[in-house]
Every structure is written in structure tokens, then in C-alpha cells.
């Protein structure tokens, strides 16, 4: 797989307090987005990127468990980062199979004939209201329920639940990693003509046009064959 990336930092931000990882050679791509409302933000999100990077060869499981770990034993050594938390979705393409884990709110989809399909589920509350019925889709955007998570990594506990998925790699599977800086500023019709009419080595530089001065910082991993 090849992969192309961008992060940019969004203008109501001091610094960018996403991290991403994007590592063709191992087939592993991260992207970890610093839940903004918690200080060290972006040193929470830094700090599951390594872990996980590290950690990956232990099984998906054990990654999250140890970055984890680490998260809640820097927030024990540091009072003013005792509430830092974030973030992060993990795909690992490899042995021709697809391997996504996810906490948080960044996205993976899949691109395949054109198509756009979401990977991963949102934990937010306001997802759960898509999910019962309560908002559309398109309601997502920009709702305040967007924001409150209902799972993430934090310092202020050691453990984490995310969702795993796996599947067959299908020839022609590309897939795009993003976080809310994008999803939040470009409607998923507008997503999806983008990504179904570009090669993936577009999509970083597209997509960040499509989002303008995005609030959020922005990051896009683009990964295809």
C-alpha cells in the first residue's frame, strides 16, 4: 500500500493537537485526534501514536491496553495533564487482510469501485442519536452532541474499549483516515465525490481546500494500492 498524508492546525487552535502516523512498510496507519476540551490535548494524542506504533506487534488488543497504560501513568506523574485525553483509529493492512481499531471520533472509510463506506462508528452521544433515529446523518455536522465523546483514551484511567474489525483486502480497496476537522466542514456527499473521482495521492490536498479555515485541526491519511 501507499499512503499520503497531510495535518493542518485549525484556526480556533494555539497548536495542532492531532498526530498521525502513516508507515507503508508495515502497513500500519494511525491518526489520533487530541480531544481539545482537555489540557495536553496534543501530548495525549502524540503519546497513543507512539505507544500503538510500538506496540502493534503484541496484537491490536494489547496496543490499546499498553497505550492505555501510558496515557493514564504520564496524566499520574503530571497534575496538569491529569485530564488530557484523546482519540485515535488504527488500520493495519497486512497478510491480505484489513485491521481497524477504533476510540473516539476520527473516521477510516473505505473507497472501493468509486464507493464510500464508513468503517467506523462515531462514540459520540450524538451518534448514538443517529443511531436511534433522533438526527440525520447530515445533522451530525456541527451538533454539540458531536462533541461530547463517549469513549476516548484519558489520563484518568488505565483501560480502554474500542471496536475491532477485520475483512478480506479486496483488490482496489483504498482507504481514507480522518479526523473532525474534515468531517465536520465537508458533507459526506461532497466526501465521496472527492475520494470517488480522485486518486488517493489527491486527497490530502483536496480535502483540505474542501474544509476552508476548518475550527478543528484537520488530518488526512489517504492509503491505496
Known amino acids: 500500500m501507499h499512503s499520503f498524508a497531510v495535518t493542518r492546525k485549525g484556526r480556533n487552535h494555539l497548536e495542532n493537537e492531532d498526530h498521525h502516523l502513516a508507515d507503508d512498510e508495515r502497513g500500519l496507519y494511525i491518526v489520533a485526534d487530541g480531544i481539545g476540551s482537555s489540557r495536553g490535548a496534543g501530548t495525549a494524542s502524540a503519546l497513543v501514536v507512539a505507544e500503538l506504533s510500538a506496540q502493534i506487534d503484541a496484537g491490536m488488543p494489547q496496543a490499546f491496553r499498553a497505550a492505555a497504560r501510558r496515557l493514564a501513568a504520564a496524566g499520574g506523574r ?29 473516521r477510516c472509510y473505505l473507497v472501493h469501485g468509486g464507493e464510500l463506506t464508513q468503517l467506523t462508528r462515531d ?39 474500542p471496536d475491532f474489525l477485520s475483512a478480506p483486502l479486496a483488490p ?43 475550527e478543528d485541526d484537520a488530518t488526512v491519511v489517504a492509503v491505496g494500492p
Do not use: Y
Request: aromatic share 6%; glycine share 10%.
Open 78 to 106: 503530571s497534575p496538569q495533564h491529569r485530564d488530557m485525553a484523546t482519540g485515535a483509529t488504527l488500520l493495519l493492512v497486512a497478510g491480505g487482510m484489513r485491521h481497524l481499531a477504533h476510540v473516539g471520533d476520527a
Open 123 to 161: 462514540h459520540s452521544v450524538a451518534w448514538e442519536q443517529f443511531e436511534s433515529g433522533a438526527l440525520t446523518k447530515d445533522a451530525l455536522r456541527g451538533h454539540p452532541n458531536q462533541r461530547q465523546l463517549t469513549r476516548s483514551f484519558h489520563a484518568a484511567k488505565d483501560f480502554v474499549v
Open 172 to 214: 482496489g480497496d483504498a482507504f481514507l483516515l480522518t479526523t473532525d476537522g474534515i468531517t465536520k466542514e465537508v458533507p459526506e456527499e461532497r466526501l465521496a465525490a472527492i475520494v470517488g473521482t480522485r486518486p488517493c495521492s489527491e486527497w490530502p490536498a483536496a480535502l483540505l481546500l474542501a474544509a476552508g479555515a476548518a
